[in-house]
């Protein structure tokens, strides 16, 4: 009597959904995060000047020289809130339990959503896709280092190419990740006197990296995840960051994804120190006002009786700053647009 086409509803099934896996951030292990007590402030910025010879030489009967007290100037910081909100109607909650004719117990039960989870998972990883955003927007401004401490790589000088200059020498190929890297940490040292202890590549430039002919000719064998390979060949000790993380850059939830790299064909080395105290050398900070509950990301739960829903609302109030930019150093287009 009736085409059985037309009375079968393809269930949803419960024991499979299709989805991306959450990714890492990476900009607070570059910029750390500092509780402050207030929205804003100062901080003291010590120099050098302590590092004068002062005559210390005393002839009976005189008195000793004296040395000055410290110097500083001071910079300031200045939070602002990020804050992101999501609701959770009592409708979604209704037909969840009910299954809505969604869901069957023959493929599984029930949707086995949580909207509260998931509305908070929302709100706390789009929050920290925007840190991770100007993080990485700030970091790999050349603008924000001084000429000794950035450059900049063009065609046989990216790290992806490996022309020889000469045929079946190695050496002869223009691109030198090995001399680009020590380079920058000699800059380094040479403005702070201390060596960078981290490094940032972008994971799909490390292949490029471990099989550059330049490199294999040293290192038969070599692979940056061996102990002490990488040192061996820099002469680096610190941490190296493969850095992943994307966005969606077509700004619009029913437009076609396009995923974008945040940190691109960058490279950055730099010291990174996440202790906050006093005369703490680093790189930059993450100023994060501390809440009145005590903590710098507080979520708060609310009822809004009116729409008949529950909100959760995430919150962190921070200030992104480069303390030391002499404590960086930025290699851009380290890698060619094409290569990855």
């Known amino acids: 009597m009736y085409d059985p086409s037309g009375l079968y509803v393809d269930p949803i099934l419960t024991n499979l959904s299709i989805g991306y896996p959450e990714q890492t951030f990476y900009g607070l292990s570059f910029l750390p995060e500092t509780p402050v007590r207030t929205q804003s402030g100062q901080y003291r910025v010590f120099g050098r000047e302590h590092w004068l010879l002062t005559e210390d030489r005393r002839e009976p009967g005189t008195v000793a020289h004296e040395v000055r007290g410290a110097k500083w100037s001071q910079d300031v910081f200045s939070t602002k809130e990020h804050s992101l909100q999501s609701p959770v109607h009592d409708e979604e909650r209704q037909e969840l339990t009910s299954q809505g004719g969604l869901a069957q117990a023959t493929f599984g039960g029930d949707l086995q959503l949580d909207p509260e989870r998931d509305a908070l998972d929302?709100?706390?990883?789009?929050?920290?896709?925007?840190?991770?955003?100007?993080?990485?927007?700030l970091i790999r401004n050349p603008a924000n280092y001084g000429s000794g401490n950035k450059v900049t790589l063009a065609g046989s000088q990216q790290w992806n190419d490996y022309t020889m200059v000469t045929a079946g020498i190695p050496t002869t190929i223009v691109s030198d990740p090995v001399a680009a890297i020590m380079t920058g940490m000699r800059a380094v040292y040479a403005a702070t006197g201390r060596w960078p202890n981290t490094l940032a590549i972008p994971t799909m430039g490390m292949g490029y990296i471990e099989n550059h002919p330049r490199i294999t000719a040293r290192f038969s064998n070599f692979a940056l995840t061996m102990d002490g390979a990488f040192q061996a060949l820099t002469g680096?000790?610190?941490?190296?960051?493969?850095?992943?993380?994307?966005?969606?850059?077509?700004?619009?939830l029913d437009a076609t994804a396009t995923m974008t790299s945040f940190w691109g064909k960058d490279v950055w080395l730099g010291i990174v120190d996440p202790t906050p105290g006093q005369r703490t050398f680093t790189f930059g900070k993450t100023f994060a006002q501390v809440y009145p509950v005590g903590i710098t990301r507080p979520v708060e739960r609310w009822r809004e009786e009116a729409r008949k829903s529950d909100l959760v609302r995430s919150n962190w109030k921070y200030d992104l700053k480069i303390v030391t930019a002499s404590a960086g150093y930025l290699i851009t287009n380290a890698f060619a647009a094409s290569a990855f």
């Not at 680096?236 to 619009?252: M, Q």
Request: hydrophobic content about 40%; charged content about 25%.
């Open 122 to 137: 929302l709100v706390n990883r789009d929050i920290s896709l925007n840190h991770e955003k100007k993080a990485a927007d």
């Open 236 to 252: 680096f000790t610190g941490k190296i960051v493969p850095v992943d993380s994307l966005y969606n850059a077509a700004n619009n």
